[in-house]
């Protein structure tokens, strides 16, 4: 009678190169990948140690499913999910691809962080050629925002801004390259409504809103970078 033995691959990256690296603290095997050096084990007695639930947690989170959504879904609990969230969110970062654009976009959404007494703004630059983000900011709405999202533009060429009709914009962008009017930022305004469908904590109407301004910051980040990425479940 012969036995089959199943072929160890790494969940990370699909390499066969796997080796043993001692045994955890509970006893189960240790697996280490020579391709890209991760380490995993064929079981996990946590869920939320699995690299393919971790995955799933990710796509749920570009896909917009709220905490709790994904705590009742994945059977993790919700400290997982915000550990995550906040890991990924400090590895991802939102730079342009090009060192030129013709005309880029600017516009500002609101939305509730901790209670619905207390609204952040935040404010992006988008190119609807590329419909790409290239930066983007978040806090009160004042003339310091816009600032730092210019500083964040540094390094490329932008022939023209376009935003709306706010005064705060007219004082800060240059005059001969300032566009203003609805009609120059119809693509950010379309962009506005594809982020708010994509993360139920910037619904407006919605009783869904983050507990704390990093988790906000970097959930925003975090789909930002997916979309430049073009991940194929965004």
């Known amino acids: 009678m012969c036995e ?4 160890t691959r790494c969940p990370y990256c699909q390499s066969a190169k796997v ?6 603290p509970n006893g189960e095997q240790n697996r280490l990948c020579k391709s890209c050096g991760k380490q995993f084990q064929d079981q996990y007695f946590y869920n939320a140690c699995n690299p393919e639930t971790r995955e799933l947690i990710r796509r749920m989170l570009v896909r917009g499913s ?10 993790v609990s919700a400290t997982a999910v915000l550990r995550l969230l906040v890991g990924w969110g400090k590895s991802v970062t939102v730079k342009p691809r090009r060192k030129r654009y013709f005309k880029v976009q600017i ?8 209670s619905k007494q207390k609204k952040v703004w935040i404010l992006y630059a988008y190119c609807s050629e590329t419909k790409e983000i290239l930066a983007v900011t978040m806090g009160k709405r004042n003339q310091a925002r816009i600032r730092d999202l210019l500083k964040r533009l540094e390094g490329i060429e932008i022939d023209f801004y376009a935003t709306d009709g706010w005064k705060e914009f007219a004082a800060l962008l240059p005059y001969f390259r300032h566009l203003i009017g609805k009609k120059h930022t119809k693509g950010i305004e379309g962009r506005n409504c594809w982020v708010r469908r994509r993360i139920a904590r910037l619904t407006r109407k919605a009783t869904t809103f983050s507990k704390k301004l990093r988790y906000h910051w970097y959930h925003f980040k975090i789909l930002v970078w997916a979309l430049q990425n073009q991940l194929s479940y965004i």
């Open 4 to 7: 089959t033995r199943k072929q």
């Open 19 to 24: 080796v043993k690296n001692g045994k955890k």
């Open 66 to 75: 709220s905490i709790g959504d994904i705590c009742a879904v994945l059977l």
């Open 107 to 114: 516009d500002e959404m609101w939305s509730f962080v901790c």
